[in-house]
C-alpha cells in the first residue's frame, strides 16, 4: 500500500513533467534550427554583395562594355536563381548595361530612394521590398551598390532580388516541410512565405530580424506541429502497463507451454506419418553425407537393391549394389554432384544382391540444414525397367510401321514395276529369238550376233537395278548409321524415283551441290523420307498441265547442315489440313493409312534434323528436312553445283536437269 502511495504521485507529475520537457525541446530545437536558416540567408546575401563588389571593381578600373563583362553579368544571374536581373546605371541613372529589358521608371519609388541614400552616403544599400506590376505583382528587393572613382560617382549596380525565390531556394527543403517561414517588416507586412507542410500551428515560434542595410527584414518561423500531448511518449503509458504487462507474461508463458506440448504432439504424427509414407511410396529415397557415407535408405530403396537397411547405413563407396561395369562413372558422379542438373537426372545401372541390373533414373539435390549450410545430398532414384521393355517394344513397332509403310508403298508402285519389267524382259526375249533362228538357219555370224547379246545384257541390266533398289527397300533390317554422301543414296533410289514420275508424266530436275560434306545416316530409312516426300508431290500435280509437271529437289549445304527440299507446283495444303499434316492416323487419300509424313518425321528427327514444309511462292509445296553433318569442322563451304544424271525416259513431256 505504502508503495502504491509513493508511485501514484510519480504517476500523476511524470506526464506533465515529460509534456514541458518536450514542450521545451521542440522550442529550443525550432531556435536553433531558425538561426541556422538566418545564417544561411544572411551567408547568400553576403555572397551575392561580394560577387557584386568585385564586378563594381572591373567596372571603376575599365568602364567599357565588354563581352567579358555582360558574360559575368549573366553568369552571376543564371548560377543564382533567386536574383531576377542585374542592372548597370552611369551617372545620370542611365542603362549601361542590364541582363533583361530595363527602364528606370520599372523600378519602385522606394527602390529610387534607396538608390539615392547609397549615393549620398557611399555605402550599399537594399531597398524596401515593393510590389512590381509589370512582375505579376510579384514583390521584389534591390540591392544598390554605389560606383565611385577617384570620390567622384560614375554610376550603381542595382541587382534585383525575387522575395519569393529568396526563401524557395535558400531555406532547406526538411525545415520548410515542418515549418511555416516568411519574411516581413516590423509592421508584420509579409513580403514572402512558404509552407510546404502546411500552415504553421502558433505553438512554436520564433523570429530572428536579418539586419540588413537600409531594410529590416525579420525571419518568421511558425512550426506545424502541435502542443504535445500528456501521454505523447507514452513513458507513462509503459509504466502503468507495466503491472498489466506482468499479468499477460504469465499468461503469455502458460500460453506458450500449451502451445509448445501441441508442436511436440503435431512433430510426433508429422514423423509417424513421414514413416508410413515412406515405407508405402515406390520411389527409393537415399541420404548420403558429405564424404559419401550412406546415412539413410527408405524400404522402397532396400526393396530395390535386395539389401537390408543395416546392410547399406554406414557403407562408402564402392557400394556393395555399383554395378562392376559403372563405378568409375558411379566415384565420377560422387565425387561431382553438385555439377549435375537435379532437374533432369540421370541415367544408371544398378545391381541386384542376386546379380541381376536394374536399370534406375536418379534425381539428386543438396540436402540444406536450418543454417543454409549443406550438409549432404538427397537422392531419389525410379526402377525404370518397365520404361525400358515400354521403349524396346515402341521401337519394334516403330520398325513394324517402317516396314509397312514402305510394303504399301511399292504395292503402289507394283503396276509401274510389272511395265518397267516387262519391257527389258520383251527385249531379252525378241533378242534370244533372233539368235536362235540364226543358229537353226546355220548362218551363225559372231558380229552379227555380238550386238544382240550386248543388248541382252544391259537390258536384264536394267531389270537387275529395277529389283535391287525393290529389294533393298523393302528388306527389313536394323538401323544403322554411317557416314554417306547423299549423291550415292539419290543414285540408289533414282529407279524407284523414275518409275513413280513415269506413271504420272511428270519431269524431273534435281539440283545437288559438289562436293557436299557427308552425313550421318541409314541409307534405307532416309530413302524412304525422300520415296514418300517424291510420291506426295507427284500425286499433288496430277490434275495440271502437262508442262506445269515438274518435279523439283535441291540438295545444298546451310551451315552445318546438308538442306534437301522437294518442290512441286499442285495446289498446296489447305489450312485446316495444314493443322494435323504430320497427325499419326490422318490422310486427305481415301486409300491411306495416315503415317507416312508421321514416320518421315520421325525418322528425320531420329537423324538429329527437321522436317518442315511452306508454301511454294510459284504455287504448291515444298517440303524441307535437314541432317546434320557428320563431321562438321572438316567440311568447308562451297557452292559449286553438279547435275545429277536422272536418265529419265525420253518421251515425258518435261525431262530436265538443273545446273
Same mark, same amino acid.
Given at each position: 500500500m505504502l508503495m502504491a502511495i509513493l508511485i501514484l504521485p510519480v504517476l500523476i507529475l511524470l506526464p506533465w513533467q515529460s509534456q514541458k520537457i518536450e514542450f521545451r525541446n521542440r522550442q529550443e530545437q525550432l531556435i536553433a534550427d531558425t538561426l541556422w536558416v538566418e545564417q544561411g540567408i544572411r551567408f547568400h546575401l553576403l555572397r551575392n554583395e561580394e560577387n557584386l563588389r568585385f564586378l563594381g571593381?572591373?567596372?571603376?578600373?575599365?568602364?567599357?562594355?565588354?563581352?567579358?563583362?555582360?558574360?559575368?553579368?549573366?553568369?552571376?544571374?543564371?548560377?543564382?536563381?533567386?536574383?531576377?536581373?542585374? $542592372? +548597370?546605371?552611369?551617372?545620370?541613372?542611365?542603362?549601361?548595361?542590364?541582363?533583361?529589358?530595363?527602364?528606370?521608371?520599372?523600378?519602385?519609388?522606394?527602390? &529610387?530612394?534607396?538608390?539615392?541614400?547609397?549615393? %549620398?552616403?557611399r555605402t550599399p544599400q537594399y531597398s524596401e521590398p515593393a510590389v512590381q506590376e509589370a512582375q505579376d505583382r510579384a514583390i521584389f528587393?534591390?540591392?544598390?551598390?554605389?560606383?565611385?572613382?577617384?570620390?567622384?560617382? *560614375?554610376?550603381?549596380? $542595382?541587382?534585383?532580388?525575387?522575395?519569393?525565390?529568396?526563401?524557395?531556394?535558400?531555406?532547406? +527543403? +526538411?525545415?520548410?516541410?515542418?515549418?511555416?517561414?516568411?519574411?516581413?517588416?516590423?509592421?508584420?507586412?509579409?513580403?514572402?512565405?512558404?509552407?510546404?507542410?502546411?500552415?504553421?500551428?502558433?505553438?512554436?515560434?520564433?523570429?530572428?530580424?536579418?539586419?540588413?542595410s537600409g531594410v529590416n527584414l525579420i525571419l518568421k518561423t511558425n512550426s506545424i506541429k502541435e502542443a504535445p500531448k500528456l501521454l505523447s511518449n507514452y513513458l507513462v503509458a509503459a509504466v502503468v502497463l507495466m503491472g498489466l504487462g506482468l499479468l499477460w507474461s504469465l499468461w503469455a508463458l502458460w500460453r506458450d507451454i500449451l502451445r509448445r506440448q501441441a508442436a511436440e504432439t503435431a512433430l510426433r504424427e508429422q514423423i509417424a506419418f513421414r514413416s508410413a509414407m515412406e515405407k508405402s511410396v515406390v520411389t527409393g529415397l537415399r541420404v548420403r553425407s558429405m564424404d559419401g557415407e550412406l546415412v539413410y535408405v527408405n524400404q522402397a530403396f532396400c526393396d530395390m537393391v535386395g539389401y537390408r537397411e543395416d546392410q547399406l547405413l554406414g557403407q562408402k563407396a564402392p557400394m556393395v549394389f555399383w554395378a562392376s561395369e559403372a563405378i568409375e562413372s558411379y566415384k565420377k558422379r560422387s565425387s561431382n554432384s553438385s555439377n549435375y542438373d537435379s532437374l533432369n537426372g540421370f541415367e544408371t545401372v544398378y545391381k541386384h544382391a542376386d546379380g541381376h541390373r536394374i536399370p534406375v533414373l536418379i534425381y539428386e539435390s543438396a540436402l540444406l540444414n536450418d543454417d543454409g549450410e549443406q550438409t549432404g545430398w538427397m537422392g531419389s532414384i525410379l526402377d525404370i525397367s518397365e520404361r525400358k521393355k515400354s521403349e524396346q517394344v515402341l521401337r519394334e513397332h516403330e520398325e513394324r510401321l517402317e516396314s509397312s509403310a514402305r510394303l504399301a508403298t511399292m504395292g503402289e508402285l507394283a503396276s509401274v514395276m510389272a511395265h518397267e519389267l516387262n519391257q527389258p524382259l520383251a527385249a531379252i526375249s525378241s533378242y534370244a529369238t533372233g539368235a536362235l533362228n540364226m543358229m537353226k538357219s546355220g548362218n551363225l555370224d559372231a558380229e552379227m550376233l555380238q550386238p544382240a547379246l550386248t543388248q541382252m545384257q544391259n537390258q536384264a541390266q536394267r531389270a537387275g537395278q529395277i529389283i535391287r533398289s525393290v529389294h533393298g527397300f523393302v528388306a527389313k533390317r536394323e538401323p544403322n548409321r554411317?557416314?554417306?554422301?547423299?549423291?550415292?543414296?539419290?543414285?540408289?533410289?533414282?529407279?524407284?524415283?523414275?518409275?513413280?514420275?513415269?506413271?504420272?508424266?511428270?519431269? $524431273? %530436275?534435281?539440283?545437288?551441290?559438289?562436293?557436299?560434306?557427308?552425313?550421318?545416316?541409314?541409307?534405307?530409312?532416309?530413302?524412304? $523420307? *525422300?520415296?514418300?516426300?517424291?510420291?506426295?508431290?507427284?500425286?499433288?500435280?496430277?490434275?495440271?498441265?502437262?508442262?506445269?509437271?515438274?518435279? &523439283? *529437289?535441291e540438295v545444298k549445304r546451310v551451315d552445318n547442315y546438308v538442306l534437301t527440299e522437294v518442290i512441286d507446283h499442285g495446289t498446296g495444303i489447305p489450312p485446316e489440313v495444314a493443322e494435323r499434316l504430320f497427325s499419326p492416323f490422318f490422310s486427305t487419300k481415301s486409300e491411306g493409312m495416315g503415317m507416312g509424313l508421321n514416320i518421315c518425321r520421325t525418322i528425320i528427327e531420329f537423324h538429329g534434323g527437321q522436317l518442315t514444309y511452306r508454301d511454294n511462292p510459284n504455287g504448291g509445296t515444298i517440303f524441307s528436312f535437314t541432317l546434320p553433318l557428320a563431321n562438321p569442322q572438316a567440311h568447308a563451304q562451297t557452292d559449286t553445283p553438279i547435275d545429277l544424271p536422272t536418265e529419265l525416259p525420253t518421251d515425258l513431256p518435261t525431262d530436265t536437269q538443273k545446273g
Open positions: 571593381d572591373t567596372i571603376i578600373a575599365n568602364s567599357k562594355v565588354s563581352e567579358q563583362l555582360k558574360e559575368r553579368f549573366s553568369d552571376l544571374i543564371e548560377s543564382h536563381p533567386e536574383l531576377q536581373q542585374l $542592372v +548597370w546605371l552611369d551617372a545620370n541613372d542611365h542603362v549601361r548595361y542590364s541582363t533583361r529589358e530595363f527602364k528606370l521608371d520599372d523600378m519602385s519609388p522606394l527602390s &529610387q530612394e534607396a538608390i539615392e541614400h547609397a549615393r %549620398e552616403s528587393m534591390d540591392y544598390h551598390l554605389p560606383l565611385f572613382k577617384d570620390d567622384q560617382y *560614375i554610376g550603381s549596380l $542595382v541587382l534585383t532580388y525575387k522575395m519569393s525565390v529568396i526563401l524557395e531556394n535558400m531555406v532547406p +527543403w +526538411w525545415f520548410a516541410k515542418d515549418n511555416q517561414i516568411s519574411l516581413s517588416d516590423l509592421d508584420d507586412n509579409v513580403f514572402a512565405q512558404r509552407s510546404d507542410g502546411g500552415y504553421g500551428r502558433n505553438v512554436y515560434t520564433h523570429s530572428r530580424s536579418l539586419n540588413l554411317v557416314p554417306l554422301q547423299l549423291m550415292a543414296i539419290f543414285n540408289s533410289i533414282l529407279p524407284l524415283i523414275k518409275l513413280q514420275a513415269k506413271s504420272y508424266l511428270i519431269g $524431273v %530436275e534435281i539440283y545437288i551441290d559438289d562436293p557436299l560434306p557427308d552425313v550421318l545416316v541409314d541409307a534405307i530409312s532416309l530413302e524412304q $523420307v *525422300i520415296l514418300n516426300l517424291t510420291r506426295n508431290a507427284l500425286q499433288a500435280m496430277q490434275e495440271l498441265t502437262l508442262t506445269q509437271r515438274i518435279l &523439283q *529437289i
